[in-house]
């Protein structure tokens, strides 16, 4: 059973940055796509950013020139760094592994317990 933490979230203000890490357990996440997710209050989970194993990037239009996904396989994590916040992105920030066919990301492994992001204006 994979398991999923994701840690570095917080309270920020318009304009600054927050990395965010989701550490992974078990030896899925060097074969698998990984992806980060968000979920607003009343909204649906949408997706953010996806990296495949073999390091091609997906990253939604809404943070694109903002957000840079990144993982190390040595260390099992994937990282989120969010620069230039907008209190648009406040939202709980989920980690998932899966397939991505460069086109859509197939998440397969279940989801931590997130980590909230709050931006304010």
């Known amino acids: 059973q994979v398991q999923l933490v994701e840690s570095g979230g917080g309270l920020v203000q318009a304009g600054e940055s927050l990395t965010l890490s989701c550490r992974v357990s078990?030896?899925?996440?060097?074969?698998?796509?990984a992806a980060w997710y968000r979920q607003a209050p009343g909204k649906q989970r949408e997706l953010v950013a996806v990296m495949s194993s073999g390091g091609r990037v997906h990253v939604d239009d809404s943070v694109k020139g903002r957000f840079i996904i990144s993982r190390d396989n040595a260390k099992n994590t994937l990282y989120l760094q969010m620069i230039s916040l907008k209190p648009e992105d406040t939202a709980v920030y989920y980690c998932?592994?899966?397939?991505?066919?460069?086109?859509?990301?197939?998440?397969?492994?279940?989801w931590g317990q997130g980590t909230q992001v709050t931006v304010s204006s």
């Open positions: 998932s592994l899966g397939s991505f066919d460069a086109i859509t990301f197939y998440p397969n492994s279940g």
């Open positions: 078990g030896s899925a996440f060097t074969m698998n796509a």
